[in-house]
């Protein structure tokens, strides 16, 4: 968008993909400084001792000059097609936060990501944190505290403060995410235990805090998804009873 001023904030736990990054911001010409939990010889690359995403945020926002208005945040494992789909949305100064849709290839995300995008559709439940973009004025406005899904923090935050959200389809990232149901199980109880800590950091609309009231009763019709199904049921479970049990770290400590 003409006279837009970008500015990409990159998280990366450790210096794997991060070389690759380089390359595709490069070329895609745009201002740039990767949070990193590794030490690396570039002038672009900032070291920050791995704490959760929550931390490399907060310390990313004091990175971003100040006469930028739109920052990105991108995950370092991920290669952005039609940026500028999500981009235009900004036109319309009641819209606060844009995210991309995540395309898997392989694994059990395949089929999950069909049925989550057809409520991002209706309503933004979630925000996928692989790319967003958000007004500079009110990234500040958020300070996060310790927390699993920030990209839900952020997404419930925006909506607490009256901006508009948009699940733009057009612009998409390609990632991987996980291999197998075990491995999806542990992803979705990390991030469910996320989205409840963030739920109790903010005041998002009624609707979505009804979605996850109901979440976990909701969660055992996805047995008639068969072995896929269960993990995903299993996952939501004990995210949530970690939730319950007092869990507000802000990463993932396997159990």
Same mark, same amino acid.
């Given at each position: 968008?003409?006279?837009?001023?970008?500015?990409?904030?990159?998280?990366?736990?450790?210096?794997?993909?991060?070389?690759?990054?380089?390359?595709?911001?490069?070329?895609?010409?745009? =201002?740039?400084?990767?949070?990193?939990?590794?030490?690396?010889?570039?002038?672009?690359?900032?070291?920050?001792?791995?704490?959760?995403?929550?931390?490399?945020?907060?310390?990313?926002?004091?990175?971003?000059?100040?006469?930028?208005?739109?920052?990105?945040?991108?995950?370092?494992?991920?290669?952005?097609?039609?940026?500028?789909?999500?981009?235009?949305?900004?036109?319309?100064?009641?819209?606060?936060?844009?995210?991309?849709?995540?395309?898997?290839?392989?694994?059990?995300?395949?089929?999950?990501?069909?049925?989550?995008?057809?409520?991002?559709?209706?309503?933004?439940?979630?925000?996928?944190?692989?790319?967003?973009?958000?007004?500079?004025?009110?990234?500040?406005?958020?300070?996060?505290?310790?927390?699993?899904?920030?990209?839900?923090?952020?997404?419930?935050?925006?909506?607490?403060?009256?901006?508009?959200?948009?699940?733009?389809?057009?612009?998409?990232?390609?990632?991987?995410?996980?291999?197998?149901?075990?491995?999806?199980?542990?992803?979705?109880?990390?991030?469910?235990?996320?989205?409840?800590?963030?739920?109790?950091?903010?005041? =998002?609309?009624?609707?979505?805090?009804?979605?996850?009231?109901?979440?976990?009763?909701?969660? =055992?019709?996805?047995?008639?998804?068969?072995?896929?199904?269960?993990? #995903?049921?299993?996952?939501?479970?004990?995210?949530?009873?970690?939730?319950?049990?007092?869990?507000?770290?802000?990463? #993932?400590?396997?159990?």
């Amino acid at each position: 968008m003409k006279g837009t001023k970008l500015f990409f904030l990159v998280l990366a736990r450790d210096r794997k993909y991060v070389t690759e990054k380089i390359m595709e911001l490069d070329d895609l010409n745009v =201002p740039y400084v990767i949070v990193c939990g590794e030490r690396m010889d570039h002038p672009k690359v900032v070291y920050r001792a791995p704490k959760g995403k929550y931390d490399a945020i907060n310390f990313g926002v004091k990175l971003i000059p100040k006469d930028v208005d739109i920052v990105v945040m991108n995950d370092v494992d991920t290669k952005i097609h039609n940026f500028e789909a999500a981009l235009c949305h900004f036109k319309s100064k009641m819209v606060g936060l844009v995210f991309a849709k995540d395309f898997v290839k392989s694994g059990p995300q395949v089929l999950f990501h069909q049925l989550l995008f057809s409520i991002l559709r209706i309503f933004p439940i979630l925000a996928n944190g692989d790319l967003m973009l958000i007004r500079r004025n009110l990234l500040e406005r958020i300070y996060l505290k310790p927390c699993k899904a920030e990209d839900a923090y952020i997404l419930f935050k925006v909506l607490e403060l009256g901006y508009n959200v948009i699940f733009c389809e057009e612009c998409y990232v390609e990632t991987e995410k996980t291999k197998n149901e075990k491995e999806d199980e542990k992803y979705k109880r990390r991030t469910v235990a996320g989205i409840y800590q963030a739920l109790s950091y903010s005041k =998002p609309p009624a609707s979505i805090k009804l979605f996850y009231v109901l979440l976990p009763f909701m969660s =055992p019709l996805l047995l008639i998804l068969g072995r896929k199904g269960y993990y #995903w049921m299993k996952g939501i479970l004990l995210g949530f009873i970690d939730y319950l049990r007092g869990d507000r770290l802000g990463f #993932w400590q396997p159990t």
